[in-house]
Nanobody, 117 residues
Framework: QVQFVESGGGLVQPGGSLTLSCAASGFTFSNYGMRWYRQAPGKERELVAT????????TYVYSVKGRFIISRDNARNMVYLEMNSLKPEDTAVYYCNFELGVRDGYWGQGTQVTVSS
């Protein structure tokens, strides 16, 4: 059974930083690229960042480029999202997933990030 457990969210002031973690299980983690998504209240889920299976290639949505860094640890089946210079518009529930997990509807509980003074 594919599972994701996201953690590391919280309340942070504008300009602050957080690092999110995701523990993945139920599939051969090192074979797949991984993704971070987010969903803000009243909005559709948005793809934020991707990372290749070996961690050498990354992509970011324009709004987070230069502020967020995605990374992974294949030995631990973990994917991370380092978030810097946070803005109120980054407030959302953040989820990790991979292509097949999205296709088949597997989602974790997510982790809430709130950026507010």
């Amino acid at each position: 059974q594919v599972q994701f457990v996201e953690s590391g969210g919280g309340l942070v002031q504008p300009g602050g930083s957080l690092t999110l973690s995701c523990a993945a299980s139920g599939f051969t983690f090192s074979n797949y690229g991984m993704r971070w998504y987010r969903q803000a209240p009243g909005k559709e889920r948005e793809l934020v960042a991707t990372i290749g299976s070996f961690g050498s290639s990354t992509t970011y949505v324009y709004s987070v480029k230069g502020r967020f860094i995605i990374s992974r640890d294949n030995a631990r089946n973990m994917v991370y999202l380092e978030m810097n210079s946070l803005k109120p518009e980054d407030t959302a529930v953040y989820y990790c997933n991979f292509e097949l997990g999205v296709r088949d509807g597997y989602w974790g509980q997510g982790t809430q990030v709130t950026v507010s003074s």
